[in-house]
């Protein structure tokens, strides 16, 4: 069978007249036309299906301290947090301050029972699931949401001792008595009020942002993942 290819090569150039000038047959010319709209197409296919793998986010705040995750972090964690789920009777995921993680989470499984604490009030777009959060006052938050969370992901939007400390409180007010699972997301310059405050450790997988920030961020647990996310960084 003659392709496209066979008949660029074999039937591609004709002389067209006193000055010498190539130029393609008609046969020829609808062949590398065919050719070329293939090769739009594949590359318009492969850009939305990207598109389709990302999820749209509001803009980042750099004012708010904002930047999101990209989609491997944010994929990676989103998993780890439904895994957990699937261990645990009626899972409940509080995200404080991290919306690309419930985002990806949400796109993942629709129905992962997620709630996003933030400050930022663009994310009430997000209905019953966005409660207003605000680090300085740590625990004022409805007190349906009291102990109520088996797994708690957060990320502070600062890397202060004090903002930590509050997070803290937070964290201790939103967690589920017995069993619960603890993510924590931050610089590598909290890892020590990291171990004090909350008593986790360091993996191995190292979170990355869209924006490419200074500093060096972490993923802390409080609960051995195993061989997922890497492992706790061994001492």
Same mark, same amino acid.
């Given at each position: 069978?003659?392709?496209?290819?066979?008949?660029?090569?074999? *039937?591609?150039?004709?002389?067209?007249?006193? $000055?010498?000038?190539? =130029? @393609?047959? /008609?046969?020829?010319?609808?062949?590398?036309?065919?050719?070329? %709209? !293939? +090769?739009?197409?594949?590359?318009?296919?492969?850009?939305?299906?990207?598109?389709?793998? *990302?999820?749209?986010?509001?803009?980042?705040?750099?004012? @708010?301290? +904002?930047?999101?995750?990209?989609?491997?972090? %944010?994929? =990676?964690?989103?998993?780890?947090?439904?895994?957990?789920?699937? /261990?645990?009777?009626?899972?409940?995921? %509080?995200?404080?301050?991290?919306?690309?993680? &419930?985002? &990806?989470?949400?796109?993942? *499984?629709?129905?992962?029972?997620?709630?996003?604490?933030? &400050?930022?009030?663009?994310?009430?777009?997000?209905?019953?699931?966005?409660?207003?959060?605000?680090?300085?006052? #740590? !625990?004022?938050?409805?007190?349906?949401?009291?102990?109520?969370?088996?797994?708690?992901?957060?990320?502070? #939007?600062?890397?202060?001792?004090?903002?930590?400390?509050?997070?803290?409180? =937070?964290?201790?007010?939103?967690?589920?008595?017995?069993?619960?699972?603890?993510?924590? @997301?931050?610089?590598?310059?909290?890892?020590?009020? %990291?171990?004090?405050?909350?008593?986790?450790?360091?993996?191995?997988?190292?979170?990355?942002?869209? /924006?490419?920030?200074?500093?060096?961020?972490?993923?802390?647990?409080? &609960? $051995?993942?195993? =061989?997922?996310?890497?492992?706790?960084?061994?001492?």
């Amino acid at each position: 069978m003659e392709t496209a290819k066979d008949t660029v090569q074999h *039937d591609a150039v004709l002389p067209a007249g006193d $000055d010498d000038t190539p =130029t @393609l047959s /008609s046969h020829a010319l609808e062949a590398l036309k065919e050719f070329l %709209a !293939e +090769q739009s197409r594949a590359v318009e296919e492969a850009s939305s299906a990207a598109a389709e793998d *990302d999820v749209a986010l509001v803009s980042e705040d750099w004012r @708010l301290s +904002q930047f999101w995750y990209n989609r491997e972090t %944010a994929e =990676t964690v989103a998993n780890e947090v439904l895994n957990l789920c699937r /261990s645990i009777d009626s899972p409940a995921i %509080a995200c404080i301050a991290c919306p690309t993680l &419930y985002a &990806y989470l949400k796109k993942i *499984d629709p129905n992962a029972p997620a709630q996003i604490l933030e &400050y930022d009030k663009r994310f009430e777009q997000y209905g019953s699931e966005f409660t207003f959060y605000d680090y300085n006052v #740590p !625990e004022d938050l409805p007190s349906s949401m009291k102990h109520s969370y088996s797994i708690i992901v957060a990320d502070p #939007p600062y890397l202060s001792q004090e903002c930590l400390e509050k997070v803290a409180k =937070t964290i201790s007010f939103l967690t589920r008595p017995g069993q619960a699972y603890l993510l924590l @997301l931050t610089g590598e310059v909290q890892s020590g009020r %990291a171990s004090e405050l909350l008593g986790l450790r360091p993996c191995a997988f190292r979170p990355d942002h869209s /924006s490419k920030l200074g500093n060096e961020f972490r993923l802390f647990t409080n &609960y $051995d993942p195993g =061989t997922r996310l890497g492992g706790w960084e061994q001492v």
